[in-house]
């Protein structure tokens, strides 16, 4: 894993309909994440946030249902252009969010330099729905098919090339809210999935053993992409689309060591943190922890 790590926030809650996902990138620095990382002998350039241009009001794009679409390809645009720019100087690019709309910059900025771009979605929800199939126009809940080219035009086409990873290079852990359409899409796909049933029934150990397994084979990097909300409530209670009977603290921290041990992980990102309504920044502090064990920390 590359020494030095950049950070960048993207405090954007357009994505979704409840606010405070914004406040999540200060929540995570609040919590400790130089400070972690720093321990672990990591060189930390923090960038700081990208600046959010946000309408007075919720803009509903006519066309198709999708809500506040120009601010949030806008933001991703941004974002792309620094993720591109800091793989270029071999950094490591960790990004905090705001809600999983800001997924699509990521992957747009990272993709391009990778021949198979391997993608770990660590979720409840597999956010690949489109304009179509969305029940709520939320581009949150998009990021996944857009980053496979289906889509608006405008999203797809961030950085000018798509689509930005391929359907058999996409592992989805965790997963336990799926919409029908999302349900149509990974069957006509063949995406490999490990809901909380395969979890249950195989345990972590083994489900991270065969997503290691089956991206190593195929890909030549490999992008993290962590959701709170793939955690329980219990555990998580800070986030804006809660869904009962999901990881726990000590599976996801266990994901997270065999992640590091793999020496698979090129880029991540950690989102939907909300201290709105979280308690005593409880969230925020379980995603540092979780980053900790990504990176390397270990109790001996």
Known sequence: MKKNISIIGVPMDL?????????GPSAIRYAGVTETLEQLKFTINDLGDIPITRPNETVIDKASNLKNLDQITETNQQLAKMVDQEIEKGNFPLILGGDHSIAIGSLA??????????????????????GETS????????PLAVSMGIGHEKLTNISDYMPKVKPENIVLVGARSLDPGEKELIREKGIKVFTMHEIDRL????????????????????????????????????????V???????????????????SLITSAEFVEVNPILDDKNKTATV???LMGSLFGEKLK
Do not use: C
């Open 287 to 289: 995603a540092v922890a």
């Open 203 to 242: 345990g972590m150990p083994k489900v991270m053993e065969e997503t290691i397994a089956y991206l190593n084979e195929r890909t030549d990097g490999v992008h993290l992409s962590l959701d709170l909300d793939g955690l329980d409530p219990s555990e998580a209670p800070g986030v804006g689309t809660p």
């Open 15 to 23: 994505g979704q309909s409840r606010r405070g996902v914004d406040m």
């Open 135 to 142: 029940p709520s126009g939320n581009i949150h809940g998009m």
């Open 109 to 130: 900025g990272i993709s391009k330099y990778y021949e198979n771009l391997g993608v770990i979605w660590y979720d409840a929800h597999s956010d690949m729905n489109s």
């Open 244 to 262: 009962l009977g999901g990881m726990t603290y000590r599976e996801s921290h266990l994901a997270m060591e065999m992640l590091f041990e793999s």
